[in-house]
């Protein structure tokens, strides 16, 4: 690859217009490099001015690095320009509150997009220290401020940080405010020219525990008995979790030592994500030391939880997050006092949301994936969850995902069958045995050429397999979904990772023999699983 003059200019520019000392050394490392014909350095520079991040699924997320096209304190400040001059458009003026997690540069972007709002003449309001996403979503709803912001990139690699933004109403922004968002942050002026003011204020100990208070007061039963083991893998959520619990009446609780403290380099595990294999062997160890009843995975900034329960012949494995949205879901259709309530999931979550809703006189919807549409799925709202390990358990009060409060709310449920005893397994056994067995799984394909993924997914609409009923379902958002009799098959791009999943269901009639339908069912995913990633091979 050669270097072209264009891109030179774009980069000595960049330069130029960085505030950051660090970053522009940085660059210019980069682009001295380049100049000097240094094998992959030109590669580096062009992907590093390849255009600006754009809000995706959950924010703006990227490596954090020097150029247009990373996480840095030039792009903080001309994105929070951009969304201060369009908070201003829309004549919005008022509260924004700023949080941050533990990651390598968040204490930094925090302080300049604080300093830019404040700037901008917003009064602002910044969290003390590296907290849980959900806190920063609690203390906009409960504030009603105009905006929030947390810099996080959530379960992302290490080398990764973020940009999650919230508007009034404490839900994460859909479009077309994002695109309107990038195209002020597109007119906005060189970093180095946007003002910045120091006059914005901490927010208190005694906001961050209304937070907290609220989340004790969330379990439905009166069981406590229930021995814990969690980890915050590495994340933000273990002190805060631990907390949580211990308001809520939950004391038995061993946290994973290796992945107690927020460490931004994530030393024990390869991908910081619950999802992820072998992500969770620390805790699942831990849980089988200590004869545990209950193994919790909080993400880093602590808005996903994943479950982990022991199997009946005494080995652990964590539960898929269609499993516990499915518990939680019940739980909280089981006890709601809200009239008419309605519970959401995705178009690739399970299906079994559904047939629950039904027996409780529950309404029921689907939406796109991502947590900005889920709690926007109507009136009513009681609870909502993704596969991905997603749950929204306290719409009223954090309009978005909680591992916190889900994790609360997970020890309520453990409590209230181990005091009648039973599992979360037995739980789920009874599901299966009132609406049949739903059994899910997931192909998911990384890419480094992202050229790829388009390519699979024209390939897919061109050829639809045989014996499937092909739905173009959102051809804006590049979801297609297959179905046969007790199948289906959703594909489509990830909005985080450079990936292209596959979210697989195969939902197998129970007629009171429980093990046979999960032989059968099985048999019937593996054979699905194998057909799909056939069909998904570039």
Known sequence: MTLTPALRDAAFRWI???????????????????????????????????????????GLRGPVRAGSNGMNRAVVIRTTAGLAAWLRAKGHDGTVFVGRDA?????????????????????????????????????????????????????????????KLYLAGGGQIVPPADREIEAAIAAVPAAVSVPLSKDYLPVSDADVDEYLERVASLPRGTARDVKVVLTPMHGVGGQFAVEALRRAGFTDVRVVRSQAVPDPDFPTVAFPNPEEPGAADELLKLAAEEDADLAVALDPDADRCALGVRERDGSWRMLRGDETGVLLGSLVLSTVDTPDPLVATTIVSSSLLKSIAASYGARYAETLTGFKWLVRAGEGLVFAYEEALGNCVDPQYVNDKDGISAAVLACDLAAGLKSSGRTLLDALDQLALDHGLHLTDQVSLRFTDLSRIGALMARLRANPPEGFAFEDLLPDADVVRLTAEGVRVVVRPSGTEPKLKAYLEVVEPVSGDLAAARARGADRLAELRARVSELLTP
């Open 103 to 163: 990651r390598h540069g968040s204490e930094e972007f925090a302080e300049a997009a604080a300093g830019v709002l404040a700037g901008a003449g917003f009064t602002v309001r910044v969290l003390p220290g590296p907290l849980p996403t959900p806190v920063l979503a609690f203390l906009v709803r409960k504030h009603g401020a105009v905006a929030g912001v947390q810099i996080t990139a959530s379960h992302n690699p290490p080398a990764d940080n973020g940009y």
């Open 16 to 58: 130029a217009d960085d505030p950051s000392p660090d970053t522009r050394a940085e660059l210019q490392g980069v682009l001295a490099r380049a100049m000097g014909g240094e094998p992959g350095a030109v590669e580096d520079l062009a992907d590093r001015m390849a255009g600006t991040l754009t809000f995706g699924t959950a």
